[in-house]
């Protein structure tokens, strides 16, 4: 071998071996660099990069869970995706609404029989204080059918044709409002996607981040009166750049929360299922929004 070449070959060697070197330090500094993956107490978990789509984070993510109240974001989005959508279209409440919140002991808007209450009014009546009575009222109105049973089974339908054209293999609705027959059922994943598509209607976004509203409703005998409600979604206080989304809560759901905030013109969008308080699943989800920001 020529001396020449010897030598040129043993500087190739000490080069590579320099950069394997250097790589690899780089890459003990990469991971250095990341943030520890953070636990959470609730059953399941996802977070994901609103932007781009990418996953930052999963804890059984595609498990099949109650949903509770989330379930409503579907309520919302099936709403605001009608075809000529009028918001400011008075619908009358029935007595059926509010006898089915008795019924259920379930969360209330507080609507009152035979008020005359808009579209979008009732959309912050069933996104801030998580009224069933107002998801009754918006599956009976946006459904089709001669009864009222039937518009709401013809709403409920369109809740899962929504969900099937997200492509979401993981969710099902058998109710308006997250009390089902116990056939109601998403993942953190799922219902994620769900929000994110959600959250592209600007009606959508400026209800799910308002923290209280005071509506001026129609009476029956023409008068009107005012109806206050509060965002349930304690987030929008306690972290800095939440804009959203909604909570959920229930005997099989335990507590849940579909959250999104956005710092430095990043959103993080996700979810958390099963937590077992209300302040677990707050810190949860503080938790896995620090942790996708700092990705």
Do not use: H
């Amino acid at each position: 071998m020529k001396r020449g070449y010897r030598a040129t070959a043993t500087a190739t060697v000490a080069l590579t071996a320099g950069a394997v070197l250097a790589g690899s330090a780089f890459a003990t500094q990469a991971q250095a660099a990341a943030p520890p993956k953070p636990t959470i107490v609730a059953k399941g978990g996802f977070v994901m990069n609103d932007g781009t789509g990418k996953t930052l984070f999963t804890k059984a993510a595609d498990t099949r869970r109650s949903t509770g109240s989330t379930t409503k974001i579907m309520t919302a989005k099936v709403v605001l995706s009608q075809k000529n959508l009028n918001l400011d279209s008075k619908v009358t409440i029935q007595k059926a609404y509010s006898d089915y919140i008795v019924s259920k002991g379930a969360s209330s808007a507080r609507l009152i029989v035979g008020d005359k209450v808009t579209v979008r009014q009732l959309l912050y009546g069933l996104m801030l204080p998580s009224g069933c009575d107002a998801a009754y009222a918006l599956a009976d109105k946006f459904g089709t059918g001669t009864t009222r049973g039937a518009r709401v089974k013809s709403f409920i339908g369109k809740m899962n044709a929504t969900a099937k054209s997200l492509g979401l293999k993981n969710t099902k609705f058998d109710s308006f409002d997250g009390i089902g027959g116990g056939n109601n059922y998403s993942t953190p994943r799922d219902l994620t996607k769900i929000a994110g598509s959600a959250m592209k209607s600007s009606t959508f976004r400026a209800i799910v981040k308002t923290k209280s509203t005071k509506q001026k409703v129609t009476t029956k005998s023409g008068g009107y009166r005012y109806m206050a409600w509060t965002n349930t979604n304690k987030m929008l206080s306690s972290y800095s750049g939440a804009i959203g989304v909604k909570t959920g809560s229930g005997p099989t759901a335990k507590y849940c929360l579909v959250f999104a905030a956005t710092r430095n013109g990043k959103t993080v969008i996700g979810t958390v299922l099963t937590s077992s308080s209300e302040a677990n699943r707050t810190a949860d989800a503080k938790k896995l929004m620090d942790y996708g920001f700092k990705l």
